[in-house]
């Protein structure tokens, strides 16, 4: 589980919060964007489309908006200081809307999921990791856990292994 | 793909248009004639062969059959020249169906054939109408009712020896006798024919219950349907048309310990069955979603549900087919695949027997009975779906969270089950084991000495630890993931990315969220080696399961079905009573 600190508010994070606040009055000039490799409007997108509730987790080289949907499952969007989603994670009893949460990347991922049919492997983790995206899922039904990141936009100095 | 389609489609035109009207000048037209060529009569329950001729077609690609109507065409037997039209078995009134082949090479070649399906006058119906669960030494009288006709029926027997015999028959009563000993599980099937009109029948099932094994299912690690599966569980289920004794057994069900209710393939269902309807209007849709990305779709059809002295009334099954009046919602589709067909899922269904009672709830909170984006229920119209609330009594349920006492059972069955296997190491073709239902209810489900495992109530998982330093706390036993997948440094396989090719001893530790504790050991092999072996039992067979290193909430040990080899599992039910001075369910046990 991904926590902030509250009390301590950085520069950067400050630096932060008002490129966020200039996105959110620029959110409705700009076009419907959805969420991976969209722009942080798309959260809002996002959190509209999941009927859920946002709460924004600030950090050094990004910052975590996290959904909690109207069916307990929580959806973190992973978003640089340049204002783009480069990851999104999600948890719960329900898989949210694949469409949705990866936007442009949703075609790469559907045809990588219809070319990993291998026979052997029924039930199984999905693992998907290709130039541009990787999608990593596991959990049972009733269970799902799963991210999703472009990795060449993964801020510099951030570990993928953060997006979760 | 698109401009090859539409260059297709082009240079379609210009042919048709050439040609002025699809036939080749100069080219006879390919044509199709049928045998028999005339119109035809058959009585309800028959059967008539159909037999394609096309000419001029030198591709020799034959026909693709089509049925407008009841009954249906078989398709063990149906090739590209011939055909078996089944009639129902019985019809309310005479009614005409038409059965249409069609030119493979070229498809405005049709030729189609009438048949009317007589009704017949007479019909029979028996007393008791519904599957009767029987022990050695016991009997069943039956009576049955005839109407339209008073020269009653003659009886018999499926098998005709061994499993019971048939006595005192009259023209409308016969009693059935069991066998004085009965040393496995057996289905009979009784029947009545119409002495008058003989394509008038009536069955009664039977279904014959050794001692110490009302609650004892078999399965198998055998590869399933299409022998091409690796360690996963198959067993048979009967489901009949609720209250009725018109029944079929399904064999190649994947027992599933990490999903809940019973899913079917359609094509494998040949019982008229009847949709639920859905509060939105329409039928009841369910979607389930595997984190594999793929998919099964189809509508909720409520069915009695059989299996060894066990029965689970007017269970809401999900019956797995592609509509063909709408499209499946995207927001159930969602870019995975669609394994609504035999193929794909390389199993005839999928039994689910996990923790909940049904597929939309979680330790009591029932996700689909408000208005809310879950994506598993729908109705749907020929215009379209919609996400549709449900109430409990309607969702897909666990077959064994329904099962009710009777003649054959101490008690209620259905607070959870139990899988055992023998032990393996290595590969075998097969491996023989059970699913035991009910915990600590007969005489042979007692919890004895496992040790019980209780699980977090937001998402049914507990926490498995030390291994490669790694803490997983959404770890969970699964018969329904065929093999242990795990976060790990191990090397995955050249040929199987799924898989690891480390050959390691290891161990983990799973704690439950009451702390119990327990060392798990086990042996990962190459599963490239293990796959060239042509079997398909597995219990060393391992996976990547997300990033490694992985810590925390949605990193998970997938213990899956070799886990339960060399062991007594149990899992018990949400909701469920379990023997006294254990938690209350749900949890594992082993």
Redesign the interface.
Same mark, same amino acid.
């Given at each position: =589980?991904e926590t902030c600190t509250p009390g301590v508010v950085h520069p950067r994070k400050l630096w932060l919060a008002l490129v966020g606040i200039a996105f959110m009055m620029l959110a409705v000039s700009f076009p419907a964007l959805a969420a991976l490799g969209g722009d942080v409007n798309s959260v809002q997108e996002d959190q509209a489309h =999941? *009927?859920g509730s946002l709460q924004i987790h600030p950090a050094a080289a990004y910052s975590v908006h996290e959904i909690t949907?109207? @069916? !307990?499952t929580v959806v973190r969007e992973y978003v640089s200081p340049e204002g783009k989603v480069f990851g999104v994670?999600w $948890?719960g009893?329900? +898989?949210p809307?694949?469409?949705q949460l990866l936007g442009t990347s949703? $075609?790469q991922? #559907?045809a990588a +999921? $219809?070319a990993?049919?291998? @026979?052997? #492997?029924?039930? *199984?983790?999905?693992?998907i990791q290709e130039p541009g995206l990787v999608v $990593?899922?596991? /959990?049972? +039904?009733? #269970?799902?856990? /799963? !991210?999703a990141y472009i990795p060449e936009m993964v801020p510099q100095g951030v570990s #993928?292994?953060t997006i !979760? | 793909m698109r401009s090859f389609l539409v260059f297709a489609l082009v240079g379609s035109l210009v042919w048709l248009v050439g040609c002025g009207g699809g036939t080749p000048v100069g080219v006879t037209p390919i044509t199709v004639s049928l045998t028999p060529s005339s119109a035809q009569t058959i009585n309800q329950g028959a059967t008539l062969g159909i037999v394609a001729t096309v000419a001029n077609d030198p591709t020799g690609s034959g026909v693709s059959w089509n049925l407008s109507g009841v009954g249906s065409l078989n398709t063990q037997t149906e090739t590209t020249s011939s055909v078996t039209y089944d009639a129902p078995s019985s019809v309310t009134s005479n009614t005409t169906v038409t059965v249409t082949a069609t030119s493979i090479a070229d498809t405005s070649a049709t030729a189609s054939l009438q048949i009317t399906v007589q009704a017949s006058s007479v019909t029979v119906s028996l007393t008791p109408s519904k599957p009767q669960i029987v022990s050695q030494g016991g009997t069943v009288s039956i009576t049955a009712s005839v109407k339209g006709d008073t020269t009653g029926v003659n009886w018999s027997i499926s098998p005709a020896s061994g499993d019971g015999t048939l006595k005192s028959e009259t023209a409308t009563t016969v009693t059935y006798d069991a066998p004085a000993s009965v040393t496995s599980n057996a289905v009979v099937t009784i029947t009545a024919t119409s002495k008058k009109n003989t394509s008038s029948t009536a069955q009664l099932v039977i279904n014959l219950v050794a001692p110490g094994q009302s609650n004892v299912q078999p399965i198998a690690v055998d590869g399933g349907p299409l022998t091409n599966y690796p360690d996963g569980a198959f067993t048979s289920v009967t489901i009949c048309v609720p209250g009725t004794s018109q029944c079929q057994t399904i064999e190649g069900i994947l027992v599933d310990t990490g999903s809940v209710g019973l899913r079917i393939l359609a094509s494998e269902i040949n019982l008229p069955l009847q949709p639920l309807a859905a509060a939105s209007g329409g039928t009841l849709n369910n979607c389930v979603s595997f984190v594999d990305g793929s998919f099964l779709w189809g509508e909720v059809e409520p069915a009695d549900v059989y299996m060894a002295g066990e029965v689970s009334s007017e269970l809401p099954v999900h019956v797995l087919a592609d509509p063909t009046t709408f499209t499946i919602p995207t927001t159930c589709s969602m870019g995975g695949t669609d394994e609504d067909n035999q193929t794909a899922l390389g199993a005839n269904g999928i039994i689910g027997v996990g923790m909940e009672p049904t597929d939309c709830t979680i330790q009591g909170q029932n996700f689909c009975n408000v208005p809310s984006n879950q994506n598993i229920y729908y109705g749907c119209t020929s215009s379209g779906c919609e996400i549709t609330t449900v109430p409990i009594a309607d969702q897909v349920t666990n077959p064994v969270d329904l099962f009710a006492a009777n003649s054959v059972t101490s008690g209620e069955d259905n607070n959870g089950v139990i899988l055992q296997f023998p032990s393996l190491s290595g590969a075998a073709a097969t491996l023989d084991g059970s699913m035991i239902f009910g915990i600590g209810t007969e005489s042979n489900n007692a919890l004895g000495g496992a040790t019980v495992y209780t699980v977090d109530p937001s998402d049914d998982d507990f926490t498995t630890e030390n291994f490669e330093g790694q803490t997983m706390p959404s770890s969970f036993i699964d018969s329904g993931s065929n093999g242990f997948f795990f976060p790990s440094s191990f090397i995955v396989c050249p040929d199987n990315a799924d898989f690891y090719c480390d050959a390691q001893n290891a161990s983990a530790t799973n704690v439950g969220a009451n702390n119990a504790q327990g060392i798990v050991d086990f042996t990962i092999a190459n599963a490239d080696d293990l796959f060239k072996t042509g079997d398909f039992a597995y219990g060393d067979l391992g996976g990547p399961n997300g990033t490694y290193p992985c810590n925390g909430t949605g990193c998970s040990f997938d213990w899956g079905l070799p886990f339960f080899f060399g062991r007594s599992v149990y899992t018990s039910i949400d909701g469920q009573t379990v023997p006294s001075g254990q938690p209350a369910a749900p949890w594992w046990a082993y």
């Open positions: =589980m =999941m *009927k949907t109207s @069916t !307990r994670a $948890q009893p329900f +898989v809307d694949m469409q949703f $075609q991922y #559907a +999921v $219809q990993n049919r291998d @026979t052997h #492997a029924r039930r *199984k983790p999905l693992n $990593q899922t596991s /959990g049972h +039904v009733r #269970a799902y856990s /799963g !991210r #993928a292994e !979760r | -």
